[in-house]
Nanobody, 124 residues
Framework: QVQLVESGGGLVQAGVSLRLSCAAS????????MGWFRQAPGKEREFVAAISGILGNTYYADPVKGRFSISRDNAKNTVYLQMNSLNPVDTAVYYC?????????????????WGQGTQVTVSS
């Protein structure tokens, strides 16, 4: 069983940066595909970014491309989401997800494990 714990959220002003962390325990982290999703009030959960296991290939949703960066430290069993140039539309609960297979995945249904989420609020 894999457990995921997100941290790093908060209330920030538009234009600043935040880095979210997701610490994983259980399983072989380096082999897992990891992803970040977000859910704004009244909206469905949406894909943000994903990173594959060993090779660390990355993929981003168009709204965050060029502003957000996903990375992982397999020695620390942690995946990160660096968020730059934040704006109010980025306000959401951000979730970390893991799939216990190699590859890179964009749909929430493809992920096996989820964290509890961390709130990011961007004020204008």
């Amino acid at each position: 069983q894999v457990q995921l714990v997100e941290s790093g959220g908060g209330l920030v002003q538009a234009g600043v940066s935040l880095r979210l962390s997701c610490a994983a325990s259980g399983g072989t982290f380096s082999r897992y595909a990891m992803g970040w999703f977000r859910q704004a009030p009244g909206k469905e959960r949406e894909f943000v970014a994903a990173i594959s296991g060993i090779l660390g290939n990355t993929y981003y949703a168009d709204p965050v491309k060029g502003r957000f960066s996903i990375s992982r430290d397999n020695a620390k069993n942690t995946v990160y989401l660096q968020m730059n140039s934040l704006n109010p539309v980025d306000t959401a609960v951000y979730y970390c997800a893991a799939r216990s297979r190699p590859g890179i995945y964009f749909a929430s249904s493809q992920y096996d494990y989820w964290g509890q989420g961390t709130q990011v609020t961007v004020s204008s």
